[in-house]
C-alpha cells in the first residue's frame, strides 16, 4: 500500500536530448509528489513536486506528468545537460499526524547520466 | 529553507560497537525524521522523533536497535547499537518546512 514504484533503474542520455523517469504508486491518501535529485555525498534536494489535483506542472526544464487516475507521475527534463547527471527519486508524501509532509516514501532511484 | 548539520559525516566502526549520529538544525522544527540509505538503494524512514515524547518506529526498525534522542528543537541523535555489516548505510536527517522535506548531508556508516 504505501510502495512508490520507479523506472528506469538507469538512464543514459546525449546532451540536449531528454530525460523521462516514470513512478506509480498505491496509496490513493498520498496528496503530495516531490521529486528528489541526490549528487554523491550530498542529501537528496527538492527539485521539483506537484499536487494530484493538477495534471502537469513546469520549472525551467523540468517538468512532472500526472496522471491521477492510473496513479503515475512522470519527470522529464528536456534540454539535458552533463550537469543533471546525479540519481533521482521520485517520493509520495501526506499530511498526517502533524508529520507535515515530512514522512516521505521513495521510489527506488533512478541513476541519470548525460553524456556530452 | 532549513540548513542541517549531521556529525560525522562518514566512519568506519567495529561490529558489535556503537555509533550515534548527530543532527543539528538551524532554526526549530516540531518534528526531525531519520532516514536510512543502503547502498544504492533508496531512502526508507526509520522513525520520527518529536520533542518531549518517544520516538515513532517505522515497520521493520526497533528503538533498542535504533534509540533516539531529541533533547530540544533544533537537535536530535540516531544511535546504530549492536552494529553489523549490515548496517553498513548512509544515515540522513530530515525536517519538513511547509510541503517541504530538507536532508542533511547524511553520516556514511561502514561496519567492518
Known amino acids: 500500500q504505501q510502495q512508490v514504484k520507479q523506472s528506469p533503474q538507469s538512464l543514459i542520455v546525449q546532451k540536449g536530448g531528454i530525460s523521462i523517469i516514470n513512478c506509480a504508486y498505491e496509496n490513493t491518501a498520498f496528496d503530495y509528489f516531490p521529486w528528489y535529485q541526490q549528487f554523491p555525498g550530498k542529501g537528496p534536494a527538492l527539485l521539483i513536486a506537484?499536487?494530484?489535483?493538477?495534471s502537469e506542472k513546469k520549472e525551467g526544464r523540468f517538468t512532472i506528468s500526472f496522471n491521477k487516475s492510473a496513479k503515475q507521475f512522470s519527470l522529464h527534463i528536456m534540454d539535458s545537460q552533463p550537469g543533471d547527471s546525479a540519481t533521482y527519486f521520485c517520493a509520495a508524501t501526506l499530511n498526517a499526524g502533524g508529520t507535515s509532509y515530512g514522512k516521505l516514501t521513495f521510489g527506488q532511484g533512478t541513476i541519470l547520466t548525460v553524456h556530452p | 529553507s532549513a540548513v542541517i548539520s549531521q556529525k560525522p559525516s562518514r566512519d568506519i566502526c567495529q561490529r558489535g560497537t556503537s555509533l550515534t549520529i548527530q543532527c543539528q538544525v538551524d532554526?526549530?522544527?516540531?518534528?526531525m525524521f531519520w532516514y536510512r540509505q543502503q547502498p544504492g538503494q533508496s531512502l526508507t524512514l526509520i522513525a520520527t522523533?518529536?520533542?518531549?515524547?518517544?520516538?515513532?518506529?517505522e515497520s521493520g526498525f526497533v528503538i533498542d536497535k535504533f534509540p533516539i534522542s531529541r533533547p530540544n528543537l533544533t537537535f536530535s541523535t540516531l544511535t546504530v547499537s549492536n552494529m553489523s555489516p549490515e548496517d553498513s548505510s548512509i544515515y540522513l536527517c530530515?525536517?519538513?518546512?511547509?510541503?517541504?522535506?530538507?536532508f542533511g548531508q547524511g553520516t556514511r556508516l561502514t561496519v567492518v
Open positions: 506537484i499536487r494530484p489535483d493538477v
Open positions: 530530515s525536517v519538513a518546512r511547509a510541503v517541504e522535506a530538507f
Open positions: 522523533a518529536n520533542q518531549g515524547s518517544e520516538a515513532t518506529y
Open positions: 532554526s526549530q522544527v516540531t518534528m
